[in-house]
C-alpha cells in the first residue's frame, strides 16, 4: 500500500519561515520524481516545486528563491523549506510522487498540509 504522510504545515506571519516533510512509504522512493504542489480556495492546484532521482529541482516563478526542495533517500522522505512567507503563499500543500516509464505510469498524492500565513 502506497503512502505519502506530509507534516510541517500550520499557521506562520509574513517573513516567517515553515519546513514540510512528507515521508512515503510502498514505493520505491529513490526512483520517483517528487514535488510539491499547492492549492489555494477557489484557485486551481498549481506545481510549487519538484526535485528528480537525480535531484535536479526547479521551482515555480512565485518561490524561487524563497522555497527550497530536498530530499533524503535514506529516509523516503522530501522537504519542502519554506522562507520569507508571504499571505499568498497561503494554501494546502501536497506531496507528489511520479514516475513515468514508456509503457505505464505511477503517480499518487499525499493528502495535504495547510499553510497558512496571516498576521
Known amino acids: 500500500q502506497v503512502q505519502l504522510v506530509e507534516s510541517g504545515g500550520g499557521l506562520v506571519q509574513p517573513g516567517g519561515s515553515l519546513r514540510l516533510s512528507c515521508t512515503t512509504s510502498g514505493i520505491r522512493f529513490s526512483l520517483y520524481v517528487m514535488a510539491w504542489y499547492r492549492q489555494a480556495p477557489g484557485k486551481q492546484r498549481e506545481l510549487v516545486a519538484a526535485?528528480?532521482?537525480?535531484?535536479?529541482?526547479n521551482y515555480a516563478d512565485s518561490v524561487k528563491s524563497r522555497f527550497t526542495i530536498s530530499r533524503d533517500n535514506t529516509k523516503n522522505t522530501v522537504y519542502l523549506q519554506m522562507n520569507s512567507l508571504k499571505p499568498e503563499d497561503t494554501a494546502v500543500y501536497y506531496c507528489n510522487a511520479d514516475r513515468t516509464l514508456v509503457s505505464t505510469a505511477y503517480n499518487y498524492w499525499g493528502q495535504g498540509t495547510q499553510v497558512t500565513v496571516s498576521s
Open positions: 526535485i528528480s532521482s537525480l535531484d535536479t529541482t
